[in-house]
């Protein structure tokens, strides 16, 4: 079944392809333009805080194995940050992320490719809102100005924009799924499409995203049960079983290596933290406040994050809406409802936390009922009644939102004066000309003055856009001012001897750009040459964490210089040893005085910012085997990062070995077997039941591997048994 033409366009037999494509593309390049824009006022807008620290140097880091051939699975040496699988958002199963690392790897500045891709994003975004917004029954001039305000919603923008990649490409993707799943399902269209863009919001890692389509596969799925339509049903459940094999395959990792991590214990709380009251709610519609955001800086934060589009207090203009358009915007509701729970909800339910990365969903599911509203009110139904409504409604949210922030009175006004501006140039589009023609008592559809008032909205975005980039020059998540060419960046650290690991607070000086000879932060230690044990990692491992007291940016406490110099009680050996580093890098802000280094180590090099400690006799690679209990003596054979062979020589009293790697879940051993964990973290192997000759595997496998790999194959079992039940209807119809 074909799409129905939205209400107020008319249907014309000869419609060329302009006619057709002018208004997406016209909402495409007005968003490039806006998210360009904010280049002029700030060139790193885009390369900040998780960007900056996290998807660059990791992008980077799989584009290097891509082209030697490999995916990476786990890199011992990048110790509670080097098990991939479990990390999820390095998208190792993504094609998409694959050529966004490609293109890292050969890119001479960070900025501008992460810059790139992510305006590209938003394009995306902005198709996929034109596409959604025209099939829930906007015409196409509203459609096209819903592709303009989602991508300039607040959080998108500062947030996901700025620093979380993978959310802003769930975000920007998820229009466009949305519209694929609704061609599949309920108008049995190809699933090829939707197929494609779930896949790929799977593959990106983000959970957040699986959340929202898995909302939207239920819906779909209850609303068709309820319809007693069978085929969409029996379609709708392919989707789901298509998604959901997808997401055990990218999430189930995870979820098993969590138990031995931080996110394993973590609580259900409300600590007010990225999360919304119903205070709050009321900056949606203003560019110029920020609401009261607690966050990392504060009870309040710095970025207009609850603002979805300064269009919103102009709601009651289109209101009410028609029975029907109300009964096919249903999906929509159940989206907006759910995801307004979620940002309302506590700030931390177990591993899912911060519910107020949840508002793209709501900006879209807003924007989507404002244009097709408008779409069926303006400018036939636009009266005195409604402007006063909406000048209340203007008056209202200007008034809640300067009690919340009086200091912030001025920008207040202006957005207010802004909306009040707009208000009057609606009501005056809307008043038939003496001349107009009349219809069953009414003035018969302008199309012109639409597109007028759209056009003239769209350059409102565009102005508030540029005075919001003024007013907020930068995303509140913290910049590290890091060098934006890969080549400076790679020279970092050039020629330190084995593995190292940096200890201290080495954020001091970040914004001294000749600090950064020095060292790098978080995943940009994967562009040296040097093995780097201080990665980020999004699952800190618990017992490594608190032994060397190190958060999930791998910054650590000065205690952990004395803890790597520090003799095991245990093993008799020093804990750097066991993790087979050779290199420490110290920083001077976190130490009253110099380290005396102990036997077998010595000062390099004295730096400004830092001391580099290296080892008297370089050790190997991390993976290996650091000890051997006594009287039991192995010979490695085979090493990779996945596995160590090493045979049995003898096995004495103490029959363990141990390996510099963190014992995660998924490491099998044939020929022995695990034991307890050195220090709660270093892998360990038992050999009692090895005799001498005999040949010890030590493996690893993302876990549950057999189920990983049976969803696997069922997910393209399920699209394929679609794809050929879809051909034999449409040959059975022919």
Not at 421 to 437: E, M, Y
Not at 576 to 586: C, G, P, Q
Request: proline share 7%; net charge negative; aromatic share 12%.
């Amino acid at each position: 079944m074909e799409q129905a033409p939205a209400d107020g366009d008319r249907v014309h037999g000869s419609e060329t392809l302009w006619q057709r494509v002018r208004w997406p593309l016209l909402s495409v390049v007005v968003t490039v333009a806006l998210a360009l824009g904010r280049l002029a006022v700030n060139p790193r807008f885009y390369f900040t805080d998780d960007t900056e620290r996290g998807s660059f140097g990791q992008w980077w880091a799989l584009g290097e194995h891509l082209t030697q051939g490999q995916l990476p699975i786990l890199d011992p040496s990048a110790w509670q940050g080097g098990n991939y699988f479990a990390e999820g958002q390095w998208g190792i199963l993504s094609p998409v992320t694959w050529l966004i690392g490609l293109t890292a790897y050969i890119a001479p500045d960070a900025a501008v490719h992460v810059t790139s891709w992510k305006v590209l994003f938003l394009a995306i975004f902005a198709i996929g809102m034109f596409l959604l917004a025209r099939d829930f029954g906007a015409s196409r001039p509203w459609a096209a100005l819903a592709g303009v305000l989602a991508p300039a919603a607040g959080f998108t923008v500062y947030m996901d924009a700025a620093s979380w990649s993978t959310g802003l490409f769930d975000a920007c993707l998820l229009p466009l799924m949305w519209w694929t799943l609704r061609r599949a399902v309920e108008r049995g269209r190809s699933p090829i499409p939707f197929l494609l863009t779930s896949f790929t919001l799977i593959t990106f890692g983000y959970v957040f995203g699986v959340i929202v389509l898995v909302v939207l596969l239920v819906e779909t799925l209850v609303r068709q049960i309820a319809n007693r339509d069978g085929v969409r049903v029996v379609r709708t459940l392919a989707a789901s079983a298509w998604g959901a094999l997808w997401t055990i395959v990218i999430y189930l990792p995870a979820i098993v290596t969590s138990p031995v991590t931080k996110r394993g214990a973590e609580p259900f709380a409300n600590e007010h933290f990225l999360n919304a009251d119903v205070a709050d709610l009321f900056s949606a519609g203003s560019p110029f406040t920020t609401a009261s955001i607690e966050s990392f800086w504060g009870p309040t934060t710095q970025g207009p994050l609850v603002y979805i589009a300064w269009l919103v207090p102009l709601a009651p203009l289109f209101l009410p809406i028609p029975r029907d358009a109300v009964r096919r915007l249903i999906p929509v509701w159940v989206l907006g409802a759910t995801m307004l729970a979620f940002i309302l909800a506590p700030s931390e339910m177990g591993p899912i936390r911060w519910p107020l990365r949840m508002m793209p969903y709501v900006a879209i599911a807003v924007i989507l009922v404002l244009v097709v509203a408008a779409t069926r009110a303006f400018p036939e139904r636009i009266t005195r009644g409604r402007v006063g409504a909406a000048a209340g409604l203007i008056a209202a949210f200007g008034y809640v939102s300067w009690v919340g922030e009086m200091w912030s009175w001025k920008a207040l006004a202006l957005g207010v004066a802004v909306q009040l501006a707009a208000l009057a140039g609606f009501w005056v589009a809307s008043r038939p000309p003496k001349d107009v023609a009349y219809v069953a008592g009414r003035p018969a559809p302008w199309e012109r003055r639409t597109a007028v008032v759209v056009l003239a909205s769209m350059l409102v975005t565009m102005l508030v856009g540029g005075a919001q980039a003024l007013q907020f020059r930068e995303s509140p998540m913290p910049s590290v001012n890091a060098p934006t060419s890969t080549e400076e960046l790679e020279g970092v650290l050039e020629g330190a001897p084995g593995d190292a690991i940096i200890v201290g607070n080495y954020y001091t000086g970040q914004s001294t750009p000749e600090s950064w000879d020095e060292r790098l932060m978080g995943n940009l230690w994967y562009l040296s040459d040097t093995p780097m044990a201080s990665v980020y990692t999004v699952l800190p491992f618990a017992a490594y964490a608190d032994d060397l007291c190190s958060d999930l940016r791998g910054l650590t406490c000065g205690d952990a210089l004395d803890t790597l110099w520090s003799v095991d009680p245990e093993t008799g050996e020093r804990v750097s040893d066991l993790m087979s580093i050779s290199t420490i890098i110290a920083a001077k802000d976190s130490f009253d005085e110099q380290p005396d280094p102990p036997e077998g180590w010595h000062l390099a090099r004295d730096g400004y910012w830092n001391w580099f400690f290296e080892r008297d006799e370089e050790l190997p690679t991390a993976g290996g085997v650091t000890w051997q209990g006594d009287g039991t003596e192995v010979i490695v054979e085979e090493q990779t990062q996945t596995s160590v062979t090493f045979a049995v020589e003898s096995v004495g009293s103490d029959p363990r070995v141990v390996l510099s790697r963190l014992p995660f879940p998924g490491y099998e051993v044939t020929g022995a077997e695990l034991a307890d964990p050195i220090r709660g973290y270093l892998l360990t192997v038992d050999v009692s039941g090895a005799q001498p000759g005999d040949e010890v595997t030590v493996s690893f496998l993302p876990p549950p591997y057999p189920v990983l790999v049976a969803s696997f194959i069922l997910a393209w079992l399920v699209a394929l048994a679609w794809l050929i039940a879809r051909v034999r209807v449409r040959r059975r119809t022919r």
